[in-house]
C-alpha cells in the first residue's frame, strides 16, 4: 500500500530551513500536488533574517591552547576578537549571575529567553550555546539565531560549539577564551501557502501546519507529516458540501519562532473576527507513541475532543495548554485553537536533527492521524452554528503571555522604571 499522502511525504523528505530555496521548494510540491486534485493555491511571502558569517571562531587561550569549530548566532553583535574570562552559567541563580559579571557565559545547550535574561541583566559580555548528545557517534554542529524576542533584552556576541566541545572546556577548566563573530544581516522571504476548500459563509476554520525544518533534519515527522496531513484534508474535504469556510495554510519558518503564522495573522487582522476555529498538526504519524490534542481555548472544547476520541475509539490524550507551534499567533489573536500531535514514545524518534527520520513513521499511523484530523475538521466545518465559544479564557491568555516571555519582559519594564 502507498497512498497518496506517504508518497508526498517521501517528496518533502529533505532540509527545508525557514528562508530558502529549499522550503520554496517544498512550498512548490505542495501547490502541485494540490493543482493535482483540481486546487487553487496562493503564496504570501513574508520577510525573515539570513546572515553572511565571514568570521566566527572560538579560541580557548588559557589554561590550554585550542580552537574549537563554532557556529556565529544570526543577528548578534559583531566583534573582532572578544577576549574574556569563560564562566560556566549552570542555571539561572544568584551565584552564577553574580559569577558571569563581565565574563564570557557558557550556558546549558539551548539559550532561552530566560537565561538570555539573565546573563544580559548580569552584565555577561559574550555566549556560548552547544548542541548535540554525548553519547551520539556524530553530532552535526547547529547555526543558532538571536531572535528579536531575545535582542528585545540586549545583544551580546555569541557562538554555538559541539557537546563533546563544551565537555571538554568545562572539565579542562578552560578559563579565558577569544570569540570572533563578523556577519552582515540580508531580508529574504519566507512564504505561506494559502488554499480554500470551501467559501460558505462568514465563519471560517483554518487548519494550520508548518512544512519548513531546522538545519541538519529532514523533518520527516517534525514536520513533514503536517504537511501530508493538510493535504489529505485537501483530498478528502475538496468534493464535500460543507457549512463554513475551510482554509487551509501551510506555514513557512515556525522552526524561527512561529515566524509564519505570525506574519499571516499580522497580515489578516480584519479575518480574526470571522476565524472561529484553528486546528494545527504537528508531528503525527510516528511508529511508537500517543495522541494527543491541546486546546488554547474554553474547557467546552476539551470535553468535546475528549468525547470525540471516545466516540470514535481513537486514543487520544485531551489537555487545555498552550502547543508550541503556528496555533499559538491564533489563540493570542482571539482564536480557539486545538493543536494534535502523536508523541513519540521515550527512544522512539527525536526532532531537531539528522535523526528525525522516515524510518520512525508508520504510513497506516499518518492516515488514521489524518483520517480521525479530517471527521474533527469535517463536523465542525459541516455544524449548524461552530459550538466552541470565541473566547480565550483568562487562564490561557496568561500561559500565552509565558509562552511568548511578555512576563517576562514585563518585569524588565517594571524593574527599569523601579
Ligand atoms: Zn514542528
Known sequence: MESKEYKLLE???????????????????????LKQLGLESYI?????????????????????????????????????GLVGELCYFESDNAVSKKQVCGKIALVNGYLGMKTFKAITEAKAVGFITYNGNIDREENDLD???????????????????????????????????????????????SHNLI???????????????????VPHSKGAYDNATGSVCLY???????????????????????????????????AHQEEMENIKLCVNVD??????????????????????MDYFGKIKGFPIEVSQGVYSSDSTP?????????????????GTGEIHSRYDVMEHLSESMLLQDTSFI?????????????????????????????????????????????
Open 11 to 33: 517528496k518533502l523528505y529533505f532540509e527545508r530551513i525557514g528562508g530558502t530555496d529549499k522550503e520554496l521548494e517544498a512550498c512548490h510540491i505542495i501547490q502541485d500536488e
Open 44 to 80: 504570501e511571502d513574508f520577510d525573515v533574517v539570513t546572515n553572511h558569517v565571514s568570521k566566527v571562531s572560538l579560541e580557548v587561550l588559557k589554561p590550554y591552547q585550542k580552537t574549537y569549530e563554532a557556529t556565529a548566532y544570526m543577528g548578534c553583535v559583531n566583534t573582532q
Open 143 to 189: 547555526p543558532r539565531e538571536l531572535r528579536e524576542s531575545l535582542q528585545e533584552f540586549g545583544n551580546l556576541p555569541g557562538v554555538n560549539i559541539r557537546v563533546e566541545d563544551a565537555m571538554e572546556m568545562v572539565a579542562k577548566g578552560a578559563s579565558e577564551v577569544r570569540i570572533v563573530v563578523e556577519q552582515t544581516i540580508e531580508k529574504v522571504s
Open 195 to 213: 488554499c480554500d476548500i470551501t467559501k460558505e459563509s462568514e465563519d471560517m476554520i483554518v487548519c494550520t501546519a508548518h512544512y519548513d525544518s
Open 232 to 266: 489529505g484534508l485537501a483530498k478528502e474535504l475538496k468534493d464535500k458540501k460543507l457549512a463554513h469556510n475551510l482554509r487551509l495554510i501551510w506555514c513557512g519558518s515556525e522552526e524561527r519562532g512561529l515566524l509564519g503564522s505570525k506574519a499571516y495573522v499580522a
Open 283 to 304: 508531528m503525527i504519524g510516528s511508529i511508537m507513541g500517543r495522541r494527543i490534542a491541546v486546546c488554547t481555548s474554553d474547557m467546552s472544547l476539551v470535553h468535546y
Open 330 to 346: 491564533f489563540a493570542d489573536n482571539g482564536v480557539p485553537a486545538v493543536s494534535f500531535a502523536r508523541i513519540t514514545s521515550p
Open 374 to 418: 479530517c471527521e474533527f475538521v469535517s463536523e465542525m466545518a459541516n455544524s449548524f452554528v461552530i459550538p466552541i465559544p470565541k473566547e480565550i479564557p483568562d487562564n490561557m491568555k496568561e500561559e500565552i503571555d509565558k509562552y511568548y516571555g511578555r512576563d517576562l519582559k514585563k518585569k524588565e519594564e517594571e524593574d527599569k522604571k523601579a
